[in-house]
């Protein structure tokens, strides 16, 4: 669309913002919930990609050209979330989109994305997302689905066939409910107990008192993220319960078990990526390199531990990075076909081989189970 | 003059609304537009409700909820066409609405308020957790209207953008259309009369528990239409367009336009929708300016903005 | 019989949260008739700081006081910058004020504090203790033990104290107030500093058990009124028991019936009461001037 000279007041106050992005010819935009209820999970995103743009720009960017970074916050609200889609796509012309912090958002981005053919890579983690595949539609997390498959076949190992599941109402919480549910057959293990709690809860002990009390059971799994899972993890404690308690990828970070407290978190499990155990890797781990490189500059640069969320941005973006580079060109349609080659590419949280009907591109190695000993992580093998 | 002065608003809404895309620099103004649309079409039920009659309601997202999700989930297990969908959300929220109507607004006043807040957070839960209806809170696809299609097949191609913008505008000037014929009529000079005050108006003959629940119901239905134009505008629904904030956010721009102004819905929406796009820059400051914006406009400009303004022009005094 | 215990443990946890909330409700509105929506962020700021002075080095003692200071001059800063002006407002243009204030103070916490989700450790500790086959936190004695001492204040203020009268004369009839040597400025500047100071001393006790981080406020905010209209807004005996209920009526459900529609019977149940008394429980029959 041509864009017509006004003095119209949005118009000023926009360009004022993009001044700098004018003169860029590689425009990455990003719709990231760095405010609102999934803030701790969109603010170290939105940083990494801050962080990563100005690392690739300094080193002198794509092909000799810069990289510009048009970064929204949709602060968790899929309307405003595909406002700034349409946005990104038609007032600042951007060649690829990387966010939606969560799935309602995700959803409302690809909406908008797939009709103007554009590559979006989303950083949420709902299966719905990449299955069915849509043309132009990338994911970096792994699936909720996988993210139960591992905690089951853990599960299973352990000889585990009756589980309690407490479940936060949220989306991500609902969702990896519903795929637990649907698989758990498979791996021959029934749920003796359902509970839910809201994200904002104070105490679940009522409901895990409940779980406690359900005949056979043998362990707990609570899909969940944020504050609740921390609650739970503590009434868990106690409440003396004693069985294995399985967490979420959705807590994978080292404040879950500050906010949990040390005690409450002992022998917590949770399928976790490489980046929160970047210290235990082997040294021929393909990982190893990458994971070290971005923890180091994250933590220098922000002062705070890394996550894996900020992870899922990294890697979106090195996906990106890599997609155009080897594409050699900005074109939407050239950028989504190599991204649909991608073969073997290590990110923090896995190594991505990408196909046209995969375009998730992990598979359940690359996910870890972790386990919590003393404060710490330690690799269940 | 009073019916001029009906006309006359409506001849501007129509002109500005159709004269403003030649100003557009790209097709995200017209999004942008659209949704400014919807909100104040559900802000003027508001204004019949709030500003009219002077009930709260803290809850009226809940009726924009039904109506997006009956869009969502009509067509899909009854078959309906999106249109009729549209029709169904505004006979179920009407009908809720004097069901939940009835009893709570007997309350006055805070107590109303929390009563309608009741409302409107066990619409929201509802959506929320019937996952297997609704697809809970990660929201549910919403099938095309339609409409757009048929109008290409008559000649006439619009982008989506341009569609939308057009149709939620003319929503927009057919609702605004009723709220001042409202106003004007027995019906409104009855609500404004027990906004005045209930006993006075009780004295007169005015039944004021039937004439509370119209506004009540009539309101319920704008937010209805408005959560559904929203929902299949975006081809997509979440449970937070019942939410609280959504309400929240309903009442705050219908208070900061004036709240007993249709114009002023328009602008209470205009500003409300557009701040968060105008402070991209300042994303981090975006949560202050806004309670700023809101505290400073209901201190000093108590009335709202419009009637301010429309007192500073005509230059009366207090 | 553990099982029921445990149920009201929980319910009484909760309930102590909400309560103590609640409690802040009821100061304000006795002396101007406002419902404070910001009244959450209040207790919001006490666990905030609190967290953040702890970090800095102050014990927890000290910096919970810190906490409770600096929230009280939030207060009545809310009072003068924002409230004294839009005095004589209809309803809705006050609920506006309040929630444009809650949104600001969230704004400034996300800048000032950060957005991660903080926790401070427990007065007395974590372990449990056992009681007939429950179990229940220490901190949540602490809790109910505030709520309650927090009620006994207030009620004693408002029916004991000379300046408590002058509170409630002065929402009354704030002229007649100022006629009979009541100094109201004093009076809204007090109930103003004293909301928010009970509003961050609940934010100190309860952060333990729930956790604080930038927006907890609004939550807080709404189960808090929705406790306090329970029990009839603007006394205590009412808060105290609004919100205790609210917890009880939670936790029975999730317990009992299904964790999914908790919150729904405890808005099911607040719209009943509300339809019989329209007060609430204990709240003052109002008769309306014509």
Redesign the interface.
């Known amino acids: 669309m041509k864009k017509t000279l006004t003095t119209t007041v949005p118009a000023a106050l926009i360009a004022l913002g993009l001044a700098t992005a004018a003169c860029a010819e590689i425009k990455v935009g990003a719709s990231i919930s760095a405010t609102g209820p999934a803030a701790f999970l969109g603010d170290p995103e939105a940083k990494t990609l801050e962080m990563l743009v100005e690392q690739l720009n300094a080193k002198g960017g794509i092909n000799g050209e810069e990289v510009a970074l048009v970064l929204y916050d949709d602060g968790g609200d899929a309307n405003k979330a595909r406002t700034f889609a349409t946005r990104l796509i038609e007032d600042d012309e951007v060649q690829a989109i990387i966010g939606g912090t969560t799935t309602g958002t995700s959803m409302s981005i690809l909406s908008v994305a797939e009709d103007a053919e554009i590559p979006f890579i989303s950083l949420a983690g709902a299966i719905d997302i990449i299955q069915p595949v849509k043309p132009y539609t990338f994911k970096t997390p792994h699936t909720d689905r996988m993210a139960c498959q591992k905690i089951f076949e853990d599960m299973k190992k352990q000889g585990i066939t009756k589980i309690g599941l407490i479940s936060g109402t949220d989306g991500f919480g609902a969702s990896m409910q519903a795929q637990c549910k649907d698989v758990i057959g498979e791996y021959g293990i029934e749920i003796v107990a359902d509970e839910t709690y809201d994200p904002k809860d104070a105490d679940m002990t009522a409901q895990l008192t409940k779980i406690k009390n359900a005949a056979g059971v043998q362990a707990v799994l609570n899909p969940g993220f944020g504050q609740g899972p921390s609650i739970v993890t503590r009434n868990y404690k106690q409440l003396a319960i004693g069985l294995p308690l399985y967490q979420s990828h959705g807590v994978a970070s080292d404040g879950f078990i500050e906010l949990a407290g040390k005690d409450a978190a002992e022998g917590v499990r949770l399928p976790g990526t490489a980046l929160l155990v970047a210290g235990l890797l082997a040294d021929g781990d393909a990982q190893k390199p990458v994971v070290a490189a971005y923890k180091e500059a994250f933590e220098a640069k922000y002062k705070v531990p890394v996550s894996t969320f900020g992870g899922y941005a990294h890697d979106g973006f090195a996906l990106l990075v890599d997609a155009i580079t080897r594409a050699g060109s900005t074109e939407p349609e050239a950028i989504r076909d190599a991204l649909e080659t991608v073969s073997g590419l290590a990110g923090t949280t896995g190594i991505y081989t990408m196909s046209p009907e995969n375009h998730l591109g992990l598979d359940l190695t690359a996910f870890r189970m972790l386990e919590i000993k003393d404060g710490d992580w330690t690799i269940v093998e | 003059m009073r019916i001029s002065g009906k006309h006359l608003t409506i001849l501007a809404m129509a002109v500005l609304i159709a004269a403003a895309p030649f100003f557009f620099p790209s097709g995200y103004y017209f999004r942008v537009g659209a949704l400014i649309f919807v909100n104040a079409l559900a802000v003027t039920g508001i204004v019949i409700l709030t500003g009219y009659a002077g009930q709260i309601s803290l809850g009226h997202a809940g009726f924009a909820g039904i109506g997006g999700y009956a869009c969502a989930l009509a067509p899909v297990h009854l078959g309906l066409h999106p249109a009729l969908a549209v029709v169904l959300g505004a006979v179920i929220s009407a009908i809720l609405a004097y069901l939940v109507g009835k009893p709570i607004l007997r309350l006055k006043g805070y107590y109303l308020g929390v009563a309608s807040l009741g409302f409107g957070i066990l619409v929201a839960m509802v959506l929320n957790n019937e996952r297997h209806l609704t697809k809970g809170p990660d929201g549910i696809e919403v099938a095309d209207l339609g409409l757009r299609g048929l109008l290409k097949d008559w000649g006439l191609n619009l982008s989506n953008g341009e569609f939308w913008y057009a149709f939620t505008g003319l929503c927009l000037v057919i609702g605004a259309w009723i709220a001042l014929n409202l106003h004007a009529s027995p019906t409104g000079r009855a609500l404004r009369a027990l906004h005045g005050s209930e006993i006075a108006a009780g004295t007169v003959g005015i039944d004021v528990a039937r004439v509370k629940l119209q506004a009540f119901v009539i309101s319920a239905v704008y937010a209805s239409v408005a959560g559904s134009l929203l929902a299949l505008q975006n081809k997509f629904v979440t449970p937070d367009i019942a939410g609280f904030m959504h309400s929240v956010e309903m009442v705050t721009m219908a208070v900061l336009g004036g709240v007993g102004s249709v114009p002023g819905a328009i602008l209470g929406a205009g500003i409300l929708t557009l701040l968060p796009q105008v402070l991209t820059v300042f994303a981090e400051y975006e949560q202050l300016i806004l309670g700023l914006v809101m505290m400073l406009v209901m201190i000093f400009l108590r009335e709202g903005l419009v009637p301010s303004i429309m007192r500073k022009i005509r230059g009366r005094g207090e | 019989m553990s ?1 029921f215990l ?2 009201l ?3 009484l ?2 309930g102590a ?1 909400y309560a103590l909330v609640a409690l802040g409700f009821t100061i304000i509105y006795n002396a101007s008739g406002v ?1 404070n929506f910001a009244q959450g962020e209040f207790v919001m700021l006490g666990g905030m700081i609190t967290v953040f002075a702890t970090a800095a080095g102050l014990p927890l003692p000290l910096a919970a006081l810190v906490a409770i200071a600096a929230t009280a001059a939030v207060g009545v800063a809310l009072n003068k ?2 409230i004294e ?2 005095r004589g ?1 209809p ?3 006050l ?3 309040t ?10 916490a ?2 000032i504090f950060d ?3 903080h ?1 401070f450790p427990a007065f007395s500790g ?1 372990d ?1 203790i056992h009681v007939m086959g429950a ?1 229940i ?1 220490s901190q949540s004695l602490w809790a109910i033990g505030g709520a309650f001492a927090v009620f006994v204040g207030l009620w004693l203020f408002f029916t004991r104290t000379i300046l408590g009268r002058a509170v409630l004369a002065t929402s009354n009839n704030r002229l007649a107030a100022q006629l009979v040597g009541i100094n109201t400025d004093f009076v809204m500047t007090l109930s103003f500093a004293l909301s928010a100071g009970i509003g961050a001393f609940a934010g100190v006790l ?1 952060t333990p ?3 604080t ?1 930038y ?2 406020g ?2 807080l905010a ?1 189960k808090g ?2 406790g306090a ?1 329970l029990g009839g ?1 603007g006394n205590p005996k009412g808060a105290f028991a609004g919100g205790l209920l609210l917890g009880l009526i939670e ?1 029975m459900t ?2 009992y019936l299904s ?3 908790k ?2 019977a405890a ?2 149940v ?2 009943a009461v ?2 019989f008394m ?3 429980l204990f709240g003052r029959k109002s008769t ?1 001037r ?1």
């Open positions: 099982e445990q149920f443990f929980s319910g946890t909760v949260v419902v910058l924002a002006p839009a407002a309803v809705v243009s609920i506006i004020i929630i444009g204030a809650s949104i600001f103070i969230r704004g400034a996300q800048l957005k991660q989700i926790s974590d449990p179990t936190l309860i058990i729930t956790m981080s927006d907890v609004l939550g709404l009124f929705a209209m807004m936790a999730a317990g964790s999914q529609y919150e729904a808005f099911v607040i719209l509300l339809f329209p007060q609430g309306e014509v």
